[in-house]
T-cell receptor, first 114, second 113 residues
Framework: DAGVIQSPRHEVTEMGQEVTLRCKPI?????LFWYRQTMMRGLELLIY????????DSGMPEDRFSAKMPNASFSTLKIQPSEPRDSAVYFC????????????FGPGTRLTVT | AQSVAQPEDQVNVAEGNPLTVKCTYS??????LFWYVQYPNRGLQFLLK??????LVKGSYGFEAEFNKSQTSFHLKKPSALVSDSALYFC???????????FGKGTTLSVSS
């Protein structure tokens, strides 16, 4: 298995632009998580899905952030409009019902908003 | 609310020496505790978990962790450190709803040769 796939690996954009981050979870996994990692705030859970349904989005910072999971093999995290304070590494992780806490993380997307 | 604390930002040990990375927790109900490791420019990797049973749990790469209920601690240990163990280590606890994880701030482990 290729593991969790994220794209792009690096994204540099200007303030005000729309940014879309993509994630392909491990086949057969029921849960998908989006995290954000910064030096100041550490690792924060933004939102997670179970069987493509959003379960908890309380970590989404504000309305500029949105996440979708149209099917079991694809999820997006969108920021519109982006701001410099959104600069961070965004991780996607997945797990399956049998071991929901053993999460498999993707390599991350390093976002820089100038 | 569920939380974990990692009191040390950095731990330095010499190769071959034992290492300990500390974690304390605060939970409602039974604690589900985890350790993850992050190597540079990589995502986190699961190391080990405590849910129930023996207080000493063994995980990947020779790591183990000791659950101590009276001290509300779950310290990560390894008898003999390797330079390749140098990484960022996260302690985590299951959230109140029971599915997501709440991670600590992380502790950077540096093993010198």
């Amino acid at each position: 298995d290729a593991g969790v796939i994220q794209s792009p690996r690096h994204e540099v954009t200007e303030m005000g632009q729309e940014v879309t981050l993509r994630c392909k979870p491990i086949s057969g996994h029921d849960y998908l998580f989006w995290y954000r990692q910064t030096m100041m705030r550490g690792l924060e859970l933004l939102i997670y899905f179970n069987n493509n349904v959003p379960i908890d989005d309380s970590g989404m910072p504000e309305d500029r952030f949105s996440a979708k999971m149209p099917n079991a093999s694809f999820s997006t995290l969108k920021i519109q409009p982006s701001e410099p304070r959104d600069s961070a590494v965004y991780f996607c992780a997945s797990s399956w019902e049998g071991h929901p806490y053993e999460q498999y993380f993707g390599p991350g997307t390093r976002l820089t908003v100038t | 609310a569920q939380s974990v604390a990692q009191p040390e930002d950095q731990v330095n040990v010499a190769e071959g020496n034992p290492l300990t990375v500390k974690c304390t927790y605060s939970v409602s109900g039974n604690p589900y505790l985890f350790w993850y490791v992050q190597y540079p420019n990589r995502g986190l990797q699961f190391l080990l978990k405590y849910i129930t049973g023996d207080n000493l749990v063994k995980g990947s790469y020779g790591f183990e962790a000791e659950f101590n209920k009276s001290q509300t601690s779950f310290h990560l240990k390894k008898p003999s450190a390797l330079v390749s163990d140098s990484a960022l280590y996260f302690c985590a606890v299951r959230d109140q709803a029971g599915t997501a994880l709440i991670f600590g701030k992380g502790t950077t482990l540096s093993v010198s040769s």
